[in-house]
């Protein structure tokens, strides 16, 4: 009869028992049943029957958790490398266990009061205009809007910390526009800084040195939503405080909260898997149809987020060459860090919005997180509220999923529901694909 909590952003119930997960932070958008690793990387988890304890993994590897799954009886929980802290924390009951474990990993984020209101969201906003036509729909249907959320297309080609000036010709004054009208403007981050001569960010992490390398000293390349991509080390101490230094920017032009977003690192491929797959097409000549259609299928899947390219870049830990898929699932909370630290540097006496899609358990210091690319199903309004309180378990409390479902088309009686949920989630946001249904409520 004993259940098993914890594991914060996983997939299932709240009882974890009965299934597998890997702590391996993962962009995946398709949260079936059967997946084992999500966006965040939360190895808490408390056992409570005959016996009531808690555990916590500190281990930024790939953790693997078999609890029940092999046997009901039976829980392994199995890391590569033997380096592992554990805590073991015991108590009263899982409340009490919870409320030690809270106290023991700090005090968690809590951002502007604004940040509690309505926003919304979609993935295609691009000019002035775009923003401001919501705002009006907003305000002539009554519908209240606190936050209007800029996905990449606010960005000149997708470069962090620009800002198209043909689509905003003023960015101030439209942020100053905005806020008189009560609306809080809250713009992407993505970790990938795209490789591009004269594009300052990019220049001055070649520079400084700020980026991951591959073992022979390079700056390590991942293609992502610009096209080829450095990634930031956000490990290093003098790289977080440089990247961190960037949103000052966008602080400077009336900016008051950010996503951090594609931060597991999300690849979408590397050169190096690139060319293995052109070059064992070469290998075909020009039969096209003598090729191994399941080798095919399963190298071209197979270039995403691959376990290869992860093995391929390093970080520099106070002058130690760390192998990037030994400490993977730091990534993404160290990037909200800087964030974090900058934001304490250049806005000490306000409260920033941050939240981040990657998360590991100690960045619930430094921001929330959302849920990631959800779907508009009726599973994922329960998973969303299933995975509430095993999050909160572990520190993250400003937390929400995309209202409505962020793939695929939304219905009308769904969205609803998702907003009943959603005005009890302090992360309140309605945010869609691309390509998708539009789900602003004024097109209902
Ligand atoms: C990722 C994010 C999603 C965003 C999209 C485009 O899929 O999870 O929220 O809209 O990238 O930036």
């Not at 009531?52 to 590569?80: Q, V």
């Not at 994922?380 to 793939?407: Q, T, V």
Request: glycine fraction near 10%; charge should be negative.
């Amino acid at each position: 009869e004993d259940i098993v909590f914890g594991l914060g952003e996983a997939n299932r119930g709240i009882n974890k028992r009965g299934s597998l997960y890997t702590s391996f932070c993962t962009d995946d958008p398709i949260h079936t049943e059967e997946k084992v690793s999500l966006y965040g990387a939360h190895n808490l988890i408390i056992v409570s029957g005959k016996e009531i304890f808690g555990l916590f993994f500190d281990y930024p590897g790939a953790l693997t958790f078999d609890i029940g799954y092999s046997h009901i009886d039976n829980m392994e929980i199995r890391c590569e490398d033997a380096d592992l802290d554990l805590y073991e924390i015991t108590g009263e009951d899982a409340y009490d266990i919870t409320r030690q474990f809270r106290r023991m990993i700090g005090r968690s984020y809590i951002p502007p009061k604004f940040a509690f209101g309505y926003g919304q969201s979609r993935w295609g906003y691009k000019t002035r205009e775009d923003f401001e036509t919501v705002v009006n729909e907003y305000r002539e249907h009554h519908i209240p809007l606190d936050l209007l959320y800029m996905d990449i297309d606010y960005m000149d080609d997708y470069k962090d910390f620009t800002v198209n000036t043909e689509n905003f010709p003023d960015f101030k004054a439209f942020t100053a526009q905005m806020k008189e009208q009560g609306i809080h403007l809250i713009p992407i981050i993505d970790a990938g800084v795209k490789i591009e001569e004269g594009y300052d960010v990019y220049e001055e992490g070649i520079a400084g040195g700020y980026f991951c390398k591959k073992k022979n000293g390079e700056p390590f390349e991942a293609c992502v939503w610009p096209g080829l991509t450095h990634l930031p080390d956000f490990l290093d101490p003098k790289a977080r405080e440089w990247f961190g230094s960037k949103y000052k920017r966008l602080l400077d032009a009336g900016i008051e909260g950010f996503w951090n977003d594609m931060n597991e690192p999300a690849i979408f491929y590397s050169p190096k898997g690139r060319d293995e797959l052109l070059s064992y097409l070469d290998g075909y000549g020009d039969d096209r149809n003598a090729f191994d259609h399941e080798e095919l299928h399963a190298r071209v899947h197979g270039l995403a987020n691959s376990p290869k390219d992860y093995r391929d870049f390093y970080h520099d830990v106070n002058g130690k060459k760390i192998r990037h898929d030994k400490v993977h699932n730091l990534y993404g909370s160290n990037m909200t860090r800087a964030a974090s630290e900058a934001f304490a540097r250049y806005a000490p006496d306000k409260q920033i919005l941050m939240f981040s899609r990657s998360s590991y358990i100690g960045m619930h210091r430094y921001g929330g997180i959302w849920m990631g690319d959800n779907r508009s199903w009726w599973s994922h309004l329960l998973l969303n509220l299933k995975m509430l309180p095993s999050l909160n378990m572990c520190g993250f409390l400003y937390i929400g999923a995309d209202l409505g479902g962020f793939g695929a088309d939304t219905t009308e009686d769904l969205l609803l529901r998702w907003l009943a949920l959603g005005v009890f989630t302090p992360l309140m946001r309605n945010h869609s694909a691309l390509g998708t249904r539009e789900q602003e409520c004024y097109r209902f």
